[in-house]
């Protein structure tokens, strides 16, 4: 494992443990050669390797919207707030059975890099003080990439 592989495993580790959450993952856009595909590289509390295998484009499932739009996606209940026919368009949620979750853009020079995923499974729910607690301390935590003030719609 390379040293920034060790870097961000560990940072997801320790968030994962901190905060109590069931889930935690990083994705990434690839290269050119790859197609600019985004995939989820690191991942904390998985039930398999499913993720791994997820390749989306801009605006498709949960980092690929997060990536196009430079926003975070909240979904407080997923059986209240998706359609259960639309969950396909949203194969992070299926593979690791996420009821909770929130996904919040990494910027690096104005630009989003990459996406951090935090989620829970079973009762606890993602509201937006939790998220603005994850974000406070998430500042400065991925060394170049950084957090803007979120919104949500």
């Known amino acids: 494992m390379q040293q ?21 993952s990083l994705a990434f856009a690839q290269s050119a050669a790859d197609s600019f595909g985004i995939t989820w590289q690191y991942a904390s509390g998985n039930l398999n390797d499913r993720y791994k ?45 996420l009821d909770s979750l929130v996904a919040i853009p990494l910027f690096h020079m104005e630009r989003v890099t990459g996406v951090l995923l935090v989620g829970y499974r079973g009762k606890e729910t993602m509201t937006k003080q939790t998220i603005k607690d994850l974000c406070e301390f998430l500042d400065g935590q991925f060394g170049d990439f950084g957090i803007k003030e979120l919104t949500f719609n």
Do not use: W
């Not at 940072?11 to 935690?24: L, P, S, T």
């Not at 997060?66 to 997923?78: A, E, Q, Y």
């Open 4 to 24: 920034a592989d060790r870097y961000f495993q560990t940072k997801i580790d320790q968030i994962r443990e901190q905060f109590g959450y069931h889930y935690i």
């Open 53 to 97: 295998r997820i390749i989306l484009q801009s605006g498709k499932g949960v980092a690929g919207v997060v990536f196009k739009t430079g926003k975070p996606m909240l979904v407080s209940r997923v059986k209240d707030e998706l359609q259960k026919e639309d969950l396909f368009n949203y194969p992070i949620i299926v593979a690791e059975r």
